[in-house]
Structure formats: structure tokens, C-alpha cells
């Protein structure tokens, strides 16, 4: 079991719901008590609200995310960035000059080595690190070291030993450090976990969980060389790369990233941990480099683009066993989440769009639920939305011959599920609520106020890396508690 | 460009387009010229060369008053122009009201490649921005076509088309295409559609107008607020 205590500040982060949701929240109900309980823990600090300086360590597509996410964020103020490539600080650059312009002084600074940009920029007090994954391990402890705050996207490390790094760093020095699982800060996740699937609530004991990221062929296309943005081979080198191509397209590689199960899995394989409060017992894994292979004119990865992974818990209440799939070969049914249990199932994603369905099953009566001024879930607004997963269907008791007409019902089918929806929508980016977790935690330079601190987040990094051991080993792979221990 | 536009604020002219039986009002052009008869004489049809469809990622939803339904069969996919007719941009010079873009140079404007990968489009600053092509010498101009960054399914906001003689705009301003609905740009209401931008650009219709200079507004987009260009073509025949 995971000893990691669970967080308690959802409520915070209502501000990022939408208004309705924002005024029901804060009216009464558990989340109005989180809310009190949150601001308390806060004013002991003293120092809620005051400006954080900032820097952004890694100005590609994710770090670009967290910095459109973060212009929800109260208390940033962007004074650096690096990166060592021209394109990528262009880019940076020009949002810090339009979409975060509030939370910008004067100039940018850019640096191109993180050394530099530390030793230059001692006002620095939070580094948001959005590298390559193999670099998230030394530029983490550089930051820490400096006595800087941290927020390092996730997957920790593309290797167990620069995780452990992370970890003891984190706990070598005194800043606070953030890892990016960012659903752990989400409201619409917060209620699912907190007012559905907790033991005794909606749900029952959950057996199942499944979980899914397909992203087709073309989202997975290798990146190359941009006209007029080329790099010096010698910087390249010098940062740790091989090649132009290997920079571009370094989630394929093993030396720098963990491939899909890592940059997309990583993301829900964490979410079964952090829902169940568990870790798994064992992990059954296939898959490997079966099309991304290099011939045809495809690409050639060095990771598995595609991987099938059975995890088995034991929770307090019995086995619970999760299915994860990640493929690159479709995009079908896109990214989602489902937790079931004998009393219903539900369906999330991180847009509303993709995953925001509850079925009660048979018997189940969910009324209470939907009653008050905040409630945890509502009836399906629109069933088109339920697609194909549980869709309507007229279920009759087949009649005798002799009625006439027979059902259309299989005897053996079951009944409908009655289906609902979580009464939660997020306004902001789904990055915006764990950047102002963070940040209002070094506000108040207090670390508990985090949802996803680093040892928490190390379970997850070994939940993922270890599915490859199984894979490699063609079987399966049982956990030792030593395995979680930093 | 501002203080024109504040000299220039009693100054209205209804403008009616004869291609679409639109009437429109115009702020800017306080001599502007009547918009041309449409092209007469042999008509010859120039195909369209589109980039390859570039969306990736997961499209945020564009949120806009006039934006347009996506319809595939309204594609334009060719054009119907004078005898002679060619790209008259191709090539020349652009020019903007941001002349130190944030990725990538103006020559990216006019140099025939409308392809939406990294490297081959101009992003300017946050906010209203023009690019502008001098043709080099008055032209009669056809048709336009237009792309915007196209690599991620967004629509540009206020979204005005011009030409004039005048490298200024100050006199002699046609406008041809404005989905300004609301006037935040203070050049007249359009009633043209927003739409969300795909590698087939759009076309504009110039009805033979003749001017040198073609001018290209817009105020951001529906992702953020940036400005970008990945190709203008601009079909005439020099008018002299």
C-alpha cells in the first residue's frame, strides 16, 4: 500500500471551474469544508498571494503548455527562459509577449544553458522544467541545489536511477518540488476520487479499471529539421544529443525518453495508483517497435509504439486489476479513463468531451447523489454524448411465444446502465490548477499543500518503467516493496 | 496606421460588393475607387496548389459570432482568370506593421511554398498586424488566396483584406474581404465569415481592382493572439 497521505485542497482550485460550479462550491457542502481547511493551513504561512519570479527550462510543445496554462495562474511572474534551440525560444518568446504579457516585466531574459541562466538570475525563485526527460534528473538537482523551487513535467526520468536522484534531491533540499501529473490538482479528478469512487461511495468495491491513449500515426510522425532554425552540431553535443534528428524526435529514443507508455501512459498508469491509493502487485506487459520500425520510409523507434499492460492491485477491499493500452498505430476512441465497479462504472478524461459518463448499474439508486447545491454528479445532459460505451437500449423481459411479438432482448443481455455525468467543468486549461497548486505552495513554503510531490510521483515513474522489464522478459513482473523505496 | 484611421473615422462610404451582393461599410479609403467590373474577355482556369493538411493535436474549440460552418464542398480548388494572369506576390517584397517578426522572416510570405510545418510560415506580434506586398507597379487583380497557419484548427479574428496605390493606405483603399463583425479594427463593419483555416486557405475576389499594394489585417486567432502568414498569392496582370 501506498503510505502517501492523501491531499486535501481541491477546493482552492475552484476558481478555475466554471462559475456555477465556483458558486455552488463555495456555498457549503465537503468542498466548501476543503476550502476552509485549505485557507487555513495557508494564513499559518503568511505569505499567500505574493509574486513568485519564474523561468521556463524547455520551451517545446510542453513547456509552451505550461506556460499557456499558467497565465490563469495568479502570483507568476516570467523573468527567463532557456532552451538551445532559436525556434523553440521564438516561439516562448512571442506568447510571453502576447498570451502572458500580465505576467511579464520589462524583458525576457534567454539563456541557452541553465547554469548560466541560475548564476545570472538570482531573483529566480520557481524553475519550471519541460526538458526532454533524461534531462529532468540533473536539471532538477542543479535547481534544488541553488535553493530554487521546482515543477518538473512528468515522466520523472526515462531511467529508475535518475528518479531515485529526484527523489533524494528532493529530499536534500529544502524547495519545494512539484512533479506534473497534473489530473491530481484537476476538480473534475478530485470529485471523481473524492465523492465517487472512495470506498462506501458511488461506485462499491471497484474490480476494474481500464485506461487507454491512442494517438494516431500522424500525431506520432517523426519532427524534422526547420528551415532556418538549424543547430550547431557542437551545441548538440554539448547538451547531450546526437543529432539534429535525435533533438527533434528524442521521445523514440531510449537515452532520452521513455516513449509513448512514458509521455502518454504515464499520465493514467499514475492515475491507477493515485485513484486506489495503491501500488501494484505485478504487471503483465506486451508490445514492442511493430510498426514505427524503419521500413517502408516509417520511422524507426527505439521504444515500443505500442504497449498492452495488466497491473494487479490489492486494495483492502480485494484484487482490482487495470488494463492500459497505448497505441500509435490509431487514434480510436482517443484518451480516457474507466473505473468499474459492482455498483457502476465511470468515465473520464481530462476534456469533458472525450470522458464524462457514469453508469449505475442495475438496483443502484443515485438520486441522493444529484440532489443539493453542488452535487456530484447530474443526470446525462445529452446521451448522444455516451457514444458507444454504454449506449441506450429498450430492455424488456423477453415474453413467452405465445405473447406475439418477442422481444428484441436477449434474455442473457443485461440491463441498461442508468447514466449520468460528473457535475464538474473545468474553464482553464487542465495544466492551470496544478501550476497554481504549486505555486501556492511556495507562497507559503509549505509542502504538504502539494498533490503531487516526488515521492509520490517515483511510485508512478516505477509503476511505468517496470511494465518494459515485463515486456523485455516476455512475461510477467511482480513487484517487491523495495521496488517503490527511493 | 492608427492616426489615419482616427482622421479618417467620419469618412463612410458604403461600398457595394457586385460579386456577392454585399453592401459594406469602409472607414479607410476616403477616395476609394468604385470596386471593378468583374474580368471580361477569355477566361482561362488556374488550379490552386494546396499544401498538405497539416492539423495535429486536439483542436480547441473556435468560438466566434460569424464563424462560418465548415463545408468541403465550397472548396475552391480553381480559379477563373484573364488570359495571362499569373502570381503576381510571388517573390516581392513584404513588408509589416511588425518588422522584427517572432518566427521566421516576411520573405516566408511570398515565397510560393504555403505549407504549414515549422519554418515555412511569419508569426507576428500579439494583437492587430498588417503584412504588406508591393507588386512592384499597378496591376489588375483578380483573386487572392490566402493562408494562415494552418497546422492547428483556428480561425483569425477581424480578418481584412485591401489593396490601394497608396503604400500608406491613407487614399484610394478597396476593401475586398472583412470578417470584422463588430468594428474592433475601426475600418467598417464586414460581413464576411470567420472560418477556421485548413491548407485550402481561402480565396478572395478582387474583381479586377487595380492597385499596387495588397494589405493583410488581422488581430490574433482563436488559439492565442498571434498573427501568421504562411502564403499570399495575389493573381492579376500588370495593368500597364
Keep these: 500500500m501506498n503510505s502517501q497521505p492523501l491531499p486535501s485542497s481541491p477546493a482552492p482550485l475552484s476558481r478555475f471551474m466554471d462559475r456555477r460550479g465556483f458558486l455552488r462550491t463555495s456555498a457549503l ?24 519570479k519564474c523561468a521556463l527550462v524547455g520551451c517545446g510543445a510542453q513547456g509552451n503548455a505550461l506556460r499557456v496554462a499558467s497565465k490563469d495562474v495568479p502570483g507568476i511572474q516570467w523573468v527567463a527562459m532557456c532552451d538551445i534551440w532559436k525556434f523553440s525560444i521564438a516561439k516562448t518568446r512571442g506568447g510571453f509577449l ?45 535547481c534544488l541545489e541553488k535553493g530554487k523551487n521546482v515543477y518538473c513535467e512528468k ?57 487507454q491513449w491512442n494517438r494516431g500515426v500522424s500525431g506520432s510522425a517523426p519532427q524534422g529539421a526547420v528551415k532556418g532554425y538549424d543547430i550547431p552540431q557542437e551545441l548538440l553535443t554539448k547538451h547531450g544529443y546526437g543529432s539534429i534528428e535525435e533533438f527533434r524526435n528524442w521521445r523514440f529514443f531510449k537515452k532520452y525518453g521513455g516513449g509513448p507508455l512514458s509521455d502518454l501512459g504515464a499520465h493514467q498508469i499514475d492515475m491507477f495508483n493515485w485513484m486506489y491509493e495503491s501500488t501494484p502487485v505485478s504487471v503483465i506487459a506486451s508490445g514492442g517497435v511493430d510498426y514505427f520500425d524503419g521500413s517502408e520510409g516509417r520511422p524507426k523507434f527505439e521504444l515500443p509504439d505500442n504497449m498492452m499492460c495488466i497491473y494487479e492491485f490489492k486494495t483492502p477491499a480485494g484484487a482490482l486489476r487495470a488494463y492500459y493500452q497505448v497505441l500509435t498505430t490509431t487514434g480510436s476512441q482517443g484518451a480516457y479513463e474507466k473505473h468499474m465497479g459492482i455498483g457502476g462504472t465511470a468515465i473520464i478524461s481530462e476534456l469533458d468531451t472525450n470522458g464524462n459518463q457514469l453508469y449505475a448499474e442495475p438496483g443502484q ?28 437500449r429498450d430492455w424488456e423481459k423477453p415474453k413467452p411465444p405465445s405473447y406475439g411479438a418477442v422481444s428484441v432482448a436477449d434474455a442473457r443481455e443485461s440491463k441498461a446502465l442508468s447514466q449520468w455525468e460528473l457535475n464538474r467543468k473545468l474553464k482553464v486549461k487542465p495544466h492551470t490548477p496544478h501550476i497554481a497548486n ?42 517487491k516493496p523495495e521496488d517503490f523505496q527511493a | 496606421m492608427k492616426n489615419t484611421l482616427h482622421i479618417l473615422t467620419g469618412l463612410t462610404l458604403a461600398l457595394t460588393l457586385a460579386s456577392c451582393g454585399k453592401k459594406e461599410e469602409t472607414k479607410a479609403g476616403a477616395a476609394a475607387p468604385a470596386a471593378a ?122 480578418v481584412v483584406v485591401q489593396v490601394s496605390d497608396d503604400p500608406e493606405f491613407k487614399n484610394g483603399v478597396t476593401t475586398l474581404w472583412n470578417s470584422d463583425h463588430d468594428d474592433t479594427s ?40 498571434m498573427n501568421h502568414y504562411c502564403e499570399v498569392e495575389v493573381f492579376g496582370t500588370p495593368a500597364k
Design chain 1, 29 to 52: 457542502t465537503s468542498s466548501g469544508i476543503y476550502l476552509a481547511t485549505s485557507k487555513g493551513a495557508i494564513a499559518q504561512q503568511s505569505a499567500p498571494g505574493r509574486t513568485i
Design chain 1, 98 to 142: 502576447g498570451e502572458n504579457k500580465h505576467q511579464v516585466e520589462g524583458q525576457i531574459n534567454i539563456y541557452e544553458d541553465i547554469n548560466e541562466m541560475l548564476d545570472k538570475e538570482p531573483s529566480i525563485e520557481a524553475v519550471f522544467i519541460a526538458t526532454p526527460d533524461f534531462l529532468h534528473a540533473p536539471y532538477s538537482r542543479i
Design chain 1, 155 to 211: 515522466m520523472m526520468s526515462n531511467t529508475l536511477e535518475g528518479a531515485r536522484d529526484m527523489v533524494r534531491a528532493g529530499k536534500a533540499n529544502p524547495g519545494i518540488f512539484q512533479i506534473g501529473h497534473q489530473r491530481h490538482s484537476n476538480p473534475r479528478y478530485l470529485n471523481l476520487r473524492d465523492n465517487v469512487i472512495k470506498p462506501g461511495k458511488m461506485l462499491g468495491r471497484i474490480t476494474h479499471a481500464y485506461a
Design chain 1, 365 to 392: 439508486d443515485w438520486e441522493a447523489y444529484a440532489l443539493g447545491d453542488n452535487p456530484a454528479i447530474v443526470k446525462a445532459a445529452d446521451k448522444a454524448k455516451n457514444k458507444f460505451w454504454e449506449h441506450p
Design chain 1, 438 to 479: 504549486f505555486i501556492e505552495a511556495v507562497q507559503t513554503k509549505n509542502p504538504a499543500h502539494l498533490t503531487c510531490n516526488v515521492e509520490a510521483a517515483f511510485k508512478s515513474c516505477v509503476t511505468v518503467l517496470k511494465a518494459y522489464e515485463a515486456q523485455a522478459q516476455g512475461g510477467k513482473y511482480i513487484f
Design chain 2, 37 to 158: 467590373a468583374a474580368p471580361a474577355g477569355d477566361l482561362v482556369e488556374i488550379k490552386l496548389e494546396f499544401p498538405k493538411p497539416m492539423f495535429i493535436g486536439t483542436p480547441v474549440p473556435a468560438e466566434l459570432p460569424n464563424l462560418e460552418k465548415a463545408d468541403p464542398s465550397k472548396v475552391v480548388k480553381s480559379i477563373m482568370v484573364p488570359k495571362g494572369t499569373t502570381n503576381l506576390a510571388k517573390g516581392k517584397k513584404v513588408t509589416s506593421s511588425d518588422a522584427a517578426p517572432i518566427i521566421g522572416d516576411l520573405n516566408l510570405v511570398t515565397d510560393g511554398d504555403a505549407d504549414g510545418a515549422d519554418g515555412s510560415f511569419v508569426e507576428l506580434m500579439p494583437g492587430k498586424q498588417w503584412v504588406q506586398i508591393d507588386l512592384g507597379e499597378e496591376a489588375n487583380i483578380y483573386k487572392i488566396a490566402m493562408w494562415h497557419y494552418h497546422k492547428q484548427a483556428q480561425a483569425y479574428i477581424d
Design chain 2, 186 to 225: 475601426a475600418m467598417g463593419k464586414g460581413s464576411d465569415p470567420a472560418y477556421v483555416e485548413t491548407n485550402h486557405g481561402r480565396v478572395v475576389d478582387a474583381k479586377g481592382t487595380k492597385a499596387r499594394y495588397v494589405r493583410l489585417w488581422s488581430n490574433g486567432n482563436t488559439s492565442n493572439d
